[in-house]
């Protein structure tokens, strides 16, 4: 007999949510391009049609237009440096984030959790097997991603730019760690379909993959974390969070060797590195964000992709072959101007607002999301954050929290 509706249903979220991820970062997906987001959104258009009220919010459709009204008015401005494919892409990626999430709706939440949960086990083993050369004869027999690592769909194996760390499916660990933690943010604030038992065994599996991946922003963005789990989170009483506290003050000095190595360090670096202080990391960060500051005083309403790229070049790193910067808050800055920048960081704001309800608790989820753009430039436009933008226009997040909040805010 063929799966009932509802089991079918389970599984058409399970494939959307898996590519909403896909296109936001796999290193397989970096690998096939613009070729790969056309047939993932092909593939959410066609399941929102079969499985959803196939319905569009007007006033999302509205924020389309604009969007996309900007994009073009800073084509012209830039005199096509930013380029009419770009704009179509970055169109059809915020779409596609709107049609999963549509599709999925009110289940999206404990999808996610189920999901990245089990992309975590699996790296996790991963992992093991990149540090301690285990199974080797097997992993070279999993189909090859590129010419860098194996199998991809669950975990890249061998990946050498990161074999020391967890990348899961993605190209960097840094990358990696906003899944995670985006998930425990799930788990510590909002409502979940699992029993506590098994909310505490999904939070051991994220957090022991989250140190895995030795992200400085990661475990910036978990502190973040913690501090609003304790003075937010009802998943614990009181005495239980003093004995987090502990737990987590212990885990800290058992591995402060490598806490150091991972934030203190580099934080340090970053913050003191000099403009032309160029070396790794940290310092190349503090060097790429005071690059992107240059152009955008320069150019204060926006440069375009292909006009950045070469002023960056210019005023760079020496020898810097990407030609573009790790920062895509500063990034965004300077290609696309002032007032496209506070248009969708003002959107994120809003979603994250809407979806929230505390000011407070807003302001601490929205400083952990600019951290970690401040981190990944290549996430400016992906669909994973489109998807945070697309929420407010399909659910109403106040009923998703822990406790209900009062709803201050704008409606939609």
């Given at each position: 007999?063929?799966?009932?509706?509802?089991?079918?249903?389970?599984?058409?979220?399970?494939?959307?949510?898996?590519?909403?991820?896909?296109?936001?970062?796999?290193?397989?997906?970096?690998?096939?391009?613009?070729?790969?987001?056309?047939?993932?959104?092909?593939?959410?258009?066609?399941?929102?049609?079969?499985?959803?009220?196939?319905?569009?919010?007007?006033?999302?459709?509205?924020?389309?237009?604009?969007?996309?009204?900007?994009?073009?008015?800073?084509?012209?401005?830039?005199?096509?440096?930013?380029?009419?494919?770009?704009?179509?892409?970055?169109?059809?990626?915020?779409?596609?984030?709107?049609?999963?999430?549509?599709?999925?709706?009110?289940?999206?939440?404990?999808?996610?959790?189920?999901?990245?949960?089990?992309?975590?086990?699996?790296?996790?083993?991963?992992?093991?097997?990149?540090?301690?050369?285990?199974?080797?004869?097997?992993?070279?027999?999993?189909?090859?991603?590129?010419?860098?690592?194996?199998?991809?769909?669950?975990?890249?194996?061998?990946?050498?730019?990161?074999?020391?760390?967890?990348?899961?499916?993605?190209?960097?660990?840094?990358?990696?760690?906003?899944?995670?933690?985006?998930?425990?943010?799930?788990?510590?604030?909002?409502?979940?379909?699992?029993?506590?038992?098994?909310?505490?065994?999904?939070?051991?599996?994220?957090?022991?993959?989250?140190?895995?991946?030795?992200?400085?922003?990661?475990?910036?963005?978990?502190?973040?974390?913690?501090?609003?789990?304790?003075?937010?989170?009802?998943?614990?009483?009181r005495p239980q969070k003093f004995i987090l506290f502990g737990l987590s003050f212990l885990v800290v000095i058992l591995l402060s060797a490598q806490f150091y190595s991972t934030l203190v360090v580099k934080i340090d670096a970053y913050l003191n590195a000099n403009e032309y202080d160029f070396g790794y990391s940290a310092q190349n960060r503090s060097a790429d964000a005071k690059t992107?500051?240059?152009?955008?005083?320069?150019?204060?309403?926006?440069?375009?992709?292909?006009?950045?790229?070469?002023?960056?070049?210019?005023?760079?790193?020496?020898?810097?072959?990407?030609?573009?910067?790790?920062?895509?808050?500063?990034?965004?800055?300077?290609?696309?101007?002032?007032?496209?920048?506070?248009?969708?960081?003002?959107?994120?704001?809003?979603?994250?607002?809407?979806?929230?309800?505390?000011?407070?608790?807003?302001?601490?989820?929205?400083?952990?999301?600019?951290?970690?753009?401040?981190?990944?430039?290549?996430?400016?436009?992906?669909?994973?954050?489109?998807?945070?933008i697309a929420a407010p226009f399909v659910i109403k997040g106040a009923s998703f929290l822990e406790k209900k909040q009062p709803e201050n805010g704008s409606r939609i």
């Amino acid at each position: 007999m063929s799966d009932s509706p509802s089991r079918q249903k389970r599984y058409v979220d399970f494939l959307l949510v898996y590519l909403l991820l896909f296109v936001s970062g796999s290193w397989r997906y970096n690998l096939l391009g613009d070729k790969a987001l056309i047939a993932v959104f092909l593939v959410s258009l066609v399941v929102w049609y079969l499985y959803s009220d196939r319905k569009i919010n007007d006033r999302f459709l509205l924020y389309v237009v604009v969007f996309t009204s900007m994009l073009l008015a800073l084509r012209l401005y830039t005199e096509g440096s930013l380029s009419l494919a770009s704009i179509i892409a970055s169109t059809i990626k915020l779409v596609l984030a709107y049609l999963i999430v549509k599709t999925v709706g009110r289940r999206f939440v404990d999808t996610y959790l189920k999901l990245i949960v089990f992309l975590a086990a699996i790296s996790l083993l991963g992992y093991a097997t990149d540090r301690f050369n285990l199974f080797d004869g097997i992993v070279r027999r999993l189909p090859p991603v590129g010419e860098m690592g194996y199998e991809g769909f669950f975990y890249v194996f061998r990946f050498p730019w990161h074999i020391s760390r967890n990348n899961g499916i993605f190209f960097e660990p840094g990358a990696y760690q906003i899944f995670l933690n985006f998930a425990l943010f799930l788990l510590f604030f909002f409502k979940v379909g699992f029993t506590e038992k098994k909310k505490w065994i999904y939070i051991g599996i994220l957090t022991t993959t989250l140190i895995t991946t030795f992200s400085t922003t990661g475990f910036m963005i978990f502190i973040v974390l913690l501090v609003m789990f304790f003075i937010r989170s009802e998943l614990l009483g009181r005495p239980q969070k003093f004995i987090l506290f502990g737990l987590s003050f212990l885990v800290v000095i058992l591995l402060s060797a490598q806490f150091y190595s991972t934030l203190v360090v580099k934080i340090d670096a970053y913050l003191n590195a000099n403009e032309y202080d160029f070396g790794y990391s940290a310092q190349n960060r503090s060097a790429d964000a005071k690059t992107d500051l240059k152009v955008f005083r320069k150019h204060i309403f926006g440069l375009g992709y292909d006009d950045y790229f070469k002023e960056f070049g210019i005023l760079g790193r020496v020898g810097d072959e990407r030609g573009y910067s790790s920062n895509g808050v500063t990034k965004m800055l300077a290609v696309y101007g002032l007032p496209f920048s506070l248009f969708i960081f003002g959107s994120y704001y809003w979603a994250i607002r809407r979806m929230l309800t505390e000011f407070l608790f807003t302001a601490g989820a929205f400083i952990m999301f600019m951290l970690f753009l401040a981190s990944e430039s290549a996430y400016m436009m992906s669909p994973f954050c489109f998807s945070i933008i697309a929420a407010p226009f399909v659910i109403k997040g106040a009923s998703f929290l822990e406790k209900k909040q009062p709803e201050n805010g704008s409606r939609i």
